[in-house]
């Protein structure tokens, strides 16, 4: 008689709290894999590596694995003995209930999808003819294609391309439009037979790290008709670009998978847009998206592991077409999508893109322009010269490896001040503290500074009232537990100084290096250009305390809000802006820090 074996379970039940929602979650998978699983946007800021708290969660029943190493160092014990869990480290042993606090959700966050407006001369790449065509009969049997080629001829316009995707609507269209249409070209290819008199739309996309920004563009007159902004979903895979790149080289199809959260993201964005506007898909004949580099190659679906590799070269630098069809976006059938050339490794198109929307390369002044992010893009315009450099600035100022930071989500602190001793905090939403964003971080700093709460070395004075030391932790009390939103402390600790010192360190190294590189002095720059969301909402006066930006006059920063969002924008409406791309590549000189 053969002997009876019980089968272990192949999946255990996870219920996510309190979003309400359940998924099966195959045994041995961790509560992150259930969370990506199931589309719950859990913050895993260091990839699921175990190395931040970002995606901390509480057991409420069941059973899970028994801490790992990482978990007693990034929760201790006080933490563990609640039943606080790392959900990249937890695996579940039995069906669970799993309460994620808010903070550990990527919560809507404030994204930066505002720049500056400078009109710019429509000219796109893509043209319209409105055209009537002759229907077929028994005597006129030519195809369908040739009655376009005709139609295009008569006004003396060559199209010798119509590809299939556009073939594949084209028949019908026409009989639908009792042989009239509106047919769009690019160069000498049919990308879109419309309505006549349809509106001519395209699509510009910034693709940030950690957000997303879609525009909506009249390709005649330039309007932006509509503009949205989301989350990035990869965040779910990985905080900053490296652990992005871990996790196409440690998953199968991670690559893939990356890319396809991307393009059904924009195509969400794309549906709010067509709804808030009352248009359709096949109106979008055009479309641009610029990001760093390694987005602009996960978004195009090219490998990633030579990025994270030295020397950091990318698998293509200059500007690509790519039908839109074959990437999946909801365009029109023949449209494609621009991606502007790439600088370098980790100098991508967004940074092209704000160098183009300001005209910094091409201003006669000193002027000094960055993006600040987990990598820092910097360039210096300077007598005819172009530098830029890319300096590892890390996640501090997305909230990273600060013991209580977020990001720019409402009941992040975004404003400090430490007045007579008396610390007040404004968050964004005005709702009740559950951490700090990146500016929030950096005013309590350039405050703690200040008010003499830590010396000029960054270390924590003991002997401050307002500094403290819990189980050998010496912490700045921010906001008492009674105070706060999720009825903890808020802190800051002498290692999120450290990490903050680390930050801004490498932002300040990189702008001296172009500095030195060009011979130009502090006070020679006539104008200090700070773009992105973050650096949108610093205070300038705070990042010149902490010696993060050089001293300067305050009217010499320029605060340009989302600048590559615009610069995607003018490009996609103009043909001579797309082509300034080039000479801007071509006249950068590329300074590599990591030499």
Not at 16 to 39: D, H, K, M, S, W
Not at 120 to 137: G, N, W, Y
Not at 376 to 402: D, M, Q
Not at 435 to 456: K, N, P, Q, T, Y
Request: hydrophobic share 40%; charged share 20%; net charge negative.
């Amino acid at each position: 008689m053969p002997n009876k074996t019980s089968s272990a379970p192949k999946y255990f039940h996870v219920d996510f709290e309190p979003i309400g929602r359940r998924v099966e979650n195959n045994a041995g998978n961790t509560l992150l894999a259930a969370a990506q699983t199931a589309g719950v946007q859990l913050v895993s800021l260091c990839g699921g590596v175990g190395s931040c708290n970002s995606c901390r969660v509480r057991l409420v029943s069941g059973e899970l694995s028994p801490p790992t190493r990482e978990e007693q160092d990034a929760l201790g014990a006080d933490d563990l003995a609640k039943d606080y869990r790392l959900a990249c480290q937890a695996i579940p042993l039995t069906d669970v209930k799993i309460d994620i606090p808010p903070e550990s959700l990527t919560t809507p966050q404030r994204l930066q999808i505002e720049g500056q407006e400078t009109f710019i001369e429509p000219d796109p790449v893509v043209t319209a003819f409105d055209v009537q065509l002759a229907p077929p009969t028994l005597d006129d049997l030519r195809s369908d294609v040739a009655r376009v080629r005709q139609a295009l001829d008569d006004l003396g316009i060559a199209c010798p391309v119509i590809r299939l995707p556009v073939l594949e609507s084209l028949s019908g269209r026409l009989r639908a439009q009792s042989w009239t249409a509106r047919l769009v070209l690019r160069g000498d290819e049919v990308i879109a037979g419309l309505p006549r008199e349809s509106d001519l739309l395209g699509l510009a996309v910034d693709v940030g790290t950690t957000k997303l920004a879609a525009y909506l563009v009249d390709l005649e007159n330039g309007n932006t008709l509509a503009k949205t902004g989301r989350m990035n979903p990869q965040i779910s895979y990985g905080e900053d670009v490296v652990s992005r790149i871990a996790y196409t080289i440690n998953n199968e199809g991670g690559r893939k998978l990356l890319q396809a959260k991307l393009v059904e993201a924009i195509n969400d964005m794309l549906a709010e847009l067509h709804n808030q506007t009352s248009t359709l898909p096949e109106q979008v004949v055009e479309a641009v998206v610029v990001g760093n580099t390694a987005m602009h190659h996960l978004f195009a679906g090219l490998p990633v592991r030579q990025l994270g590799e030295a020397p950091y070269v990318p698998a293509v630098a200059d500007p690509m077409d790519i039908p839109a069809s074959e990437i999946g976006l909801a365009l029109a059938p023949g449209a494609y999508i621009h991606l502007p050339p790439n600088i370098a490794g980790y100098v991508g198109a967004d940074h092209v893109a704000m160098l183009l929307a300001t005209d910094v390369w091409d201003s006669a002044r000193t002027v000094l322009a960055l993006d600040i992010g987990t990598n820092t893009e910097i360039s210096l315009a300077t007598g005819g010269r172009l530098l830029s450099c890319s300096c590892a600035s890390g996640p501090a100022f997305e909230g990273a490896h600060i013991h209580d930071g977020m990001r720019a989500a409402p009941g992040a602190i975004e404003r400090v001040q430490i007045v007579d001793g008396e610390v007040r905090v404004h968050t964004i939403g005005s709702q009740p503290a559950v951490g700090l964003c990146g500016s929030g971080i950096l005013d309590a700093i350039a405050e703690m500074v200040a008010a003499g709460v830590m010396d000029s070395r960054g270390k924590l004075q003991k002997d401050n009232p307002l500094v403290r030391e819990e189980d050998g932790v010496v912490e700045f009390l921010l906001m008492p537990a009674e105070s706060a939103g999720h009825e903890r402390d808020v802190i800051v600790t002498q290692k999120d100084v450290s990490e903050v010192q680390l930050a801004k360190g490498a932002i300040r190294a990189g702008i001296e290096i172009l500095l030195e590189e060009a011979g130009v002095a502090h006070d020679e720059i006539e104008e200090f250009i700070v773009a992105g969301a973050f650096g949108t909402y610093l205070d300038v006066r705070s990042a010149v305390q902490v010696g993060m930006f050089p001293t300067l006059p305050v009217d010499r920063f320029r605060q340009v809000g989302n600048a590559a969002g615009t610069g995607a924008r003018q490009m996609l409406i103009s043909a001579e802006r797309r082509q300034a791309t080039a000479e801007i590549v071509r006249r950068v000189e590329y300074i590599e820090l990591t030499t």
